[in-house]
């Protein structure tokens, strides 16, 4: 997880979870409700400073599948394991916190802290988060 304001990265989280996902979708859905947690409290951290927000925070994903089953109010989670982090999130996007968009894996700045990249990859991704 990687927080950006203005171009500009705040902080970057890369933890091991605590839980064992059988499938990405599960994993995936676990990072992106732990990502919600934090982008409500610097929200919150943001407005008790003056900080105006206008509109909701914008989060990319790289899991397609994971991007229509939060974005979609007529997707239905069939794996019930993912209930609590499918709910927080879901609350999320319907109160207008956070706009979930899929992020292909070649342009995913994250993977710069949790992938072995070859070096071209590497310095495809430090291009981009130094422009």
Same mark, same amino acid.
């Given at each position: 997880?990687?927080?950006?304001?203005? /171009?500009?990265?705040?902080?970057?989280?890369?933890?091991?979870?605590?839980?064992?996902?059988?499938?990405?979708?599960?994993?995936?859905?676990?990072?992106?409700?732990?990502?919600?947690?934090?982008?409500?409290?610097?929200?919150?951290?943001? #407005? /008790?400073?003056?900080?105006?927000?206008?509109?909701?925070?914008? /989060?990319?994903?790289?899991?397609?599948?994971?991007?229509?089953?939060?974005?979609?109010?007529?997707?239905?989670?069939?794996?019930?394991?993912?209930?609590?982090?499918?709910?927080?999130? #879901?609350?999320?996007?319907?109160?207008?916190?956070?706009?979930?968009?899929?992020?292909?894996?070649?342009?995913?700045?994250?993977?710069?802290?949790?992938?072995?990249?070859?070096?071209?990859?590497?310095?495809?991704?430090? #291009?981009? /988060?130094?422009?």
């Amino acid at each position: 997880i990687i927080i950006f304001a203005n /171009m500009t990265p705040l902080t970057w989280i890369s933890k091991k979870q605590n839980t064992v996902e059988s499938s990405t979708f599960g994993s995936e859905f676990v990072a992106l409700k732990h990502a919600t947690e934090i982008i409500k409290g610097l929200r919150y951290k943001l #407005r /008790m400073l003056g900080v105006s927000l206008d509109g909701p925070t914008r /989060m990319c994903c790289d899991s397609q599948s994971v991007v229509i089953n939060s974005s979609f109010p007529e997707s239905v989670l069939k794996k019930k394991h993912c209930s609590v982090a499918f709910h927080i999130v #879901r609350e999320a996007i319907a109160a207008g916190i956070l706009h979930i968009y899929w992020e292909r894996s070649k342009s995913n700045l994250a993977d710069l802290f949790t992938k072995l990249l070859d070096p071209q990859s590497r310095n495809h991704l430090i #291009r981009a /988060m130094l422009n």
